[in-house]
T-cell receptor
């Protein structure tokens, strides 16, 4: 059965303090790994798709990387507006998206 | 607005009542997904459609839940005889058919069963 775990569960950073979030996955056949951002009371907002090991994607202060077993979301010099829950999901040959529990990020000014 | 639209945004209902939610996907997307999310958890898969065909349902989905997507456009999710454990955010997402395409989510319907 496909599984996605994320760590840490919660992370508090000072503004400007860079860090990384981890997503580990077990899937029978990976068709894509996705990162989403979710603000309280709202639906997840799409950030990145990664398809194969070694691939990297960047958007503003965020950079996502992928290996055969895990993905990292690197946050460089975060700002308070980056505070949110970051969700990782995998898309397998079963056609649906399996989500991890998320990492709650708080960036303090 | 060309995003995924969900209605209502909030629903409060008494235990035992039936509720129905609606999702309007992005117009060119032929795949539509329903997820449920409780506080502090990631979205949990319920079911998905490709056009009007319901292709997969979660084993966790009880018989009280039913979803339809007539004509392959909007979708409805009905919960019969609601229970307090049904209280959650119900999320709808849509995507294009094909291998590696991301899903885009609506803002969700927050259900509270009292």
């Amino acid at each position: 059965e496909d599984q996605v775990t994320q760590s840490p569960e919660a992370l508090r950073l000072q503004e400007g303090e860079s860090s990384s979030l981890n997503c580990s996955y077990t899937v029978s056949g990976l068709r894509g790994l996705f990162w989403y951002r979710q603000d309280p009371g709202k639906g997840p907002e799409f950030l990145f798709t990664l398809y194969s090991a070694g691939e990297e994607k960047e958007k503003e202060r965020l950079k996502a990387t992928l290996t055969k077993k895990e993905s990292f979301l690197h946050i460089t010099a975060p700002k308070p507006e980056d505070s949110a829950t970051y969700l990782c999901a995998v898309h397998d040959y079963g056609q649906n998206f399996v989500f991890g529990p998320g990492t709650r990020l708080s960036v303090l000014p | 607005d060309t995003g995924v639209s969900q209605n209502p945004r909030h629903k409060i209902t008494k235990r035992g009542q039936n509720v129905t939610f609606r999702c309007d996907p992005i117009s060119e997307h032929n795949r539509l997904y329903w997820y449920r999310q409780t506080l502090g958890q990631g979205p949990e898969f319920l079911t998905y459609f490709q056009n009007e065909a319901q292709l997969e349902k979660s084993r966790l989905l009880s018989d009280r839940f039913s979803a339809e997507r007539p004509k392959g456009s909007f979708s409805t999710l009905e919960i019969q005889r609601t229970e307090q454990g049904d209280s959650a955010m119900y999320l709808c997402a849509s995507s294009l058919q094909g291998g590696n395409t991301e899903a885009f989510f609506g803002q969700g319907t927050r259900l509270t069963v009292v």
